[in-house]
């Protein structure tokens, strides 16, 4: 929770192929086990092809890479607010049911298997206030894996890959403080030096397989030894430190992390083209994702001027869209959801990307521990705006503002965002791994 965001290459991926029954998706159809209905009031009519179906989607959108241009987002209908207002996202029908790949398989085809194999990225916040946040997330993480051992016929872990990587992609070439970098850390999976308090692996994520693991010291001849020594190798990667920029990107961190491009893998061979996939972001503030370095321009910092004083409330002002949309007034926010705009993604701009690593959606798991997205409020912080904590943690801890975008991207693709200030941070995380076969 800190000032200061990055310049970066970014590219456009395919969305969700939406699918038609007849031209439209007919009221009432059950589709792999999903009510698909129409939404007739506010002008969304069950015969007519909505804004939000992407049924005539031509296929992969490649922008230009040339430069720091920002996605081309041109194609994706700005018709958010409609979704926010009804229970229904008609995104997840597009992804999780209207999949041609279903459809080619037969509506009734049954699921198929899921691997195994586990790839398991940690998106870390680093920036000042993390400290103790970080130290929790390391000492709960035994009962995730306790969970993993749960789930697994043999009962043991399943083959898995974890990775850290921190949520400092830079901001931009201003040289702000603690984002002095342009790049940051550029989404490359983190691993410290080994020493004698630190057993860190070979690789640069910690690998585990039938009792084996890439650290040293754990030769897998007593299965429960390897187990361990997992932990203590996450306990080593996981601690980032707190001298991370404040301007924190962790959807863009998690995207340059998975980027499968031969000219843009920072991480290969980390994750397998078969193998599950759980994305898990540690964060007290919400996804600042930028379209453009400017954003973090440190040139015209006034109260007045159009971008406004060089504070995280940047992310949040053009990151997200309420009913009051004005930084000069205090108060509660309403409605708040996702913007559409120049300076910051869009989370659904991400969502593809991560949906296209996989075959099948099934296998893609997103769970941000981060500020719940409930009661916004602005106020005053050395005569700035600034956005309220939503939630204090109890041991003191510090708190979290509400990651109002981190939670809509997680709801996209049908999991639910855990509080940072919660007692247990991995509580549902671990329902969602016994559930996940």
């Not at 031969?262 to 919400?286: K, M, Q, S, W, Y």
Request: proline share 8%.
């Amino acid at each position: 929770m800190h000032k200061h965001h990055s310049s970066h290459d970014t590219r456009g991926v395919r969305h969700g192929t939406g699918v038609r029954v007849s031209g439209i998706l007919a009221p009432g159809t059950v589709l792999s086990g999903i009510l698909v209905f129409c939404l007739a009031s506010a002008g969304v009519g069950c015969g007519a092809r909505t804004g939000i179906n992407r049924a005539t989607d031509a296929g992969p959108h490649q922008p230009s890479r040339e430069g720091n241009k920002p996605f081309d987002t041109g194609h994706i209908v700005k018709d958010h607010g409609v979704i926010d207002q009804r229970v229904i996202d008609q995104r997840v029908i597009d992804q999780r049911v209207s999949d041609q790949r279903v459809i080619d398989q037969g509506i009734d085809a049954p699921p198929p298997t899921l691997s195994r194999q586990l790839d398991i990225l940690f998106v870390i916040d680093n920036s000042a206030t993390m400290d103790r946040k970080q130290d929790r997330l390391i000492a709960q993480f035994p009962e995730l894996l306790a969970a993993l051992h749960r789930a697994e016929p043999k009962g043991t872990l399943p083959d898995i890959h974890i990775g850290v990587v921190s949520t400092d992609v830079g901001a931009g070439p201003f040289n702000l403080k603690s984002c002095e970098n342009p790049l940051g850390d550029n989404g490359r999976l983190q691993i410290p030096r080994p020493s004698a308090n630190c057993k860190a692996p070979i690789d640069p994520w910690i690998r585990y397989a039938n009792g084996k693991t890439n650290i040293p010291g754990c030769d897998g001849a007593n299965p429960a030894d390897g187990a361990r020594c997992v932990e203590q190798a996450f306990a080593c990667i996981a601690a980032l430190g707190t001298e991370g920029c404040g301007f924190e990107q962790p959807l863009e961190a998690a995207r340059r992390a998975l980027d499968q491009d031969p000219g843009h893998n920072v991480n290969p061979g980390f994750i397998r083209p078969n193998a599950r996939l759980a994305i898990i972001f540690l964060t007290d503030e919400d996804d600042c994702s930028a379209a453009t370095p400017t954003l973090f321009d440190p040139q015209d910092v006034g109260i007045n001027s159009p971008l406004g004083p060089l504070t995280s409330f940047r992310c949040f002002e053009f990151g997200v869209q309420c009913d009051v949309n004005d930084r000069h007034k205090v108060g509660p926010r309403k409605h708040c959801r996702p913007a559409d705009g120049k300076w910051l993604h869009h989370p659904m701009d991400y969502a593809p990307f991560f949906a296209k690593l996989k075959p099948n959606y099934r296998q893609i798991k997103v769970w941000p521990i981060a500020g719940p997205a409930g009661t916004v409020s602005v106020g005053v912080e050395n005569f700035a705006p600034k956005l309220m904590p939503i939630c204090t943690n109890s041991d003191g801890g510090g708190n979290a503002v509400p990651a109002i975008r981190l939670n809509y991207l997680a709801n996209h693709f049908g999991d639910v965002l855990t509080s940072i200030c919660s007692k247990d941070l991995f509580t549902y995380m671990i329902r969602a791994v016994l559930a996940w076969q």
